[in-house]
T-cell receptor, first 114, second 115 residues
């Protein structure tokens, strides 16, 4: 079965650079969530999209932005990177129409900021 | 506000011992979901179980079992006859279905199974 695809799996950037992470949800899933997991931390909710509209916002820095495109894939853009942005970034998707309330997580994108 | 507390930061047991990971949650909703995820050293989040707030029946899956008690707002996870491959960080999580489906995680319990 198709899973949530995240790319790239690993990314190394310098401070003040920009990074873009991509998420391809499971086909027919209409909702995407982004989470950030710092070293030794629990995953923290950043932002979510339902049918290409932002549906909820968590502790996402102003330097970060995200969107969901017409094909339902989502991109998380991070600018002016800081050392503290080094983390594992998870994307998850679900089909809210089913009311199933089960998120499927991708394998994560590991960002290292030097 | 919703909150998940995993009081045990780190646990070490010897292989073949049983181990229970505690989880206590807070929510104002009557309809909610509870989850357990496993995060091995490779980093991915592995879904283990989801329970809804109306189903207090305990569940067993192989060496894994879960004890859901609404009266104490707890959703504990027991591994029987632990194995080295069970070594991982385990997250308990909560989703309030009456709001949206986003999941709030506890801080996690790092489990070491010693050979």
């Amino acid at each position: 079965a198709a899973g949530v695809i995240q790319s790239p799996r690993h990314l190394i950037k310098e401070k003040r650079e920009t990074a873009t992470l991509k998420c391809y949800p499971i086909p027919r899933h209409d909702t995407v969530y982004w989470y950030q997991q710092g070293p030794g931390q629990d995953p923290q909710f950043l932002i979510s999209f339902y049918e290409k509209m932002q549906s909820d916002k968590g502790s996402i820095p102003d330097r970060f932005s995200a969107q969901q495109f017409s094909d339902y894939h989502s991109e998380l853009n991070m600018s002016s990177l800081e050392l503290g942005d080094s983390a594992l970034y998870f994307c998850a998707s679900t089909y809210l129409g089913a009311g199933a309330n089960v998120l499927t997580f991708g394998a994560g994108s590991r960002l290292t900021v030097l | 506000a919703q909150k998940v507390t995993q009081a045990q930061t780190e646990i070490s047991v010897v292989e073949k011992e049983d181990v229970t990971l505690d989880c206590v949650y807070e929510t104002r909703d009557t309809t909610y979901y509870l989850f357990w995820y496993k995060q091995p050293p490779s980093g991915e989040l592995v879904f283990l179980i989801r329970r809804n707030s109306f189903d207090e029946q305990n569940e067993i899956s192989g060496r894994y079992s879960w004890n859901f008690q609404k009266s104490t707002s707890s959703f504990n996870f027991t591994i029987t006859a632990s194995q080295v491959v069970d070594s991982a960080v385990y997250f308990c999580a909560l989703s309030e279905a009456e709001r949206d489906d986003k999941i709030i995680f506890g801080k996690g319990t790092r489990l070491h199974i010693l050979p």
